[in-house]
């Protein structure tokens, strides 16, 4: 192997690890507190808006209404939780669903996303039968779910860092 | 360092190293941990149970909302709302079906909650005797009757 090939695949190697690490640091830790900030313990009915709408958005659509909430404190501790179910509305007319969990989190003080995601989209599980769809359309089909879902986040955070000030840069 | 005492150093590090992992091990098991550090159990037990109580409430509350989201994807496909794609999997079948299937998904995530509420008042129940029923010796509980 010639020096040349063995520079070229350190440096593929490097911004591989350099792109995962990126990608698992804005998923887990950069992304879930986004356009959070400022918004207090109680005001967790701001905060599952503010995430509804800003998906909704991105996907396209509008957001209408929640259909439920709830304020679960914890036990013991500052710690909180909120999740709800939104109701949106595509272009077309239809009606989408997207389920919103957060987490209020005592170290930052902030809340953050536990999750959002639409419900029983098409290509969802829910709708696969027995021996439909084969094997290799299902990997593909929750691969697809999963790069949908990265792309949307990415998109959201774009979007966000254009309309709400006082955001960390991510350089995008 | 003579080779011996090299040896023996070694031999103590692993004799220490394994001592160690036992007791960590045998704290943590509930029998001594009730005689040793019953705040720290209770801490650890009900807190983990508390933890699980809020997980299973969510998941009873997201199951609830994808039946709602199938229900709502199948009245509107009836009335004609929803045009599927020709490589779509979504057909009225399909859709029958996906209800049915987020239907047993909310029971069984109702059935989890009871679970899990039942697992946190049964190590309250215990924290509150003083964990006697955690301890070796103490008298076999018979099954329930009905």
Known sequence: ????????????????????????????????????????????????????????????????????????????????????????????GATVLYWVSLRWNPGRGQWVRGGVRELAPPGNEI????????????????????????????????????????LPSLGL | MTPRL?????????????????????????????????????????????????DKEGERDARAALEQAVTVRLAEWRRGLTVSAPDSMITEASLVMALRRAHTLRVEAADDLLRARETLARYKRLRDTGWQGLRAGCPAVGEATP
């Open chain 2, 6 to 54: 090299r040896d023996a150093w070694l031999r103590a590090v692993c004799l220490a190293g394994l001592l160690g992992v036992a007791a960590l091990g045998l704290w943590r098991t509930p029998e001594l941990a009730s005689y040793l550090a019953p705040e720290h159990l209770a801490d650890v037990l009900i807190g983990r149970a508390e933890n699980l109580v809020v």
């Open chain 1, 127 to 166: 709708y696969f039968g027995r021996n439909v769809p084969g094997q290799i359309l299902r990997a593909r089909l929750v691969l697809r779910e999963l790069f949908a879902e990265l792309r949307a986040r990415f998109r959201e955070a774009v979007s966000l860092q254009g309309s709400v000030t006082g």
């Open chain 1, 1 to 92: 192997m010639t020096r040349s090939v063995r520079l070229s695949l350190g440096a593929l190697a490097v911004v591989l690890v350099l792109a995962v690490a990126g990608t698992v640091w804005f998923a887990g830790a950069a992304y879930p507190a986004m356009g959070l900030a400022g918004i207090p313990r109680d005001g967790y009915r701001q905060a599952l808006e503010r995430v509804a709408r800003s998906r909704a958005r991105v996907d396209g659509r509008t957001f209408v209404a929640f259909d439920s909430m709830t304020f679960r404190p914890a036990d013991r501790g500052e710690a909180a939780f909120a999740w709800g179910a939104a109701r949106c509305r595509a272009a077309d």
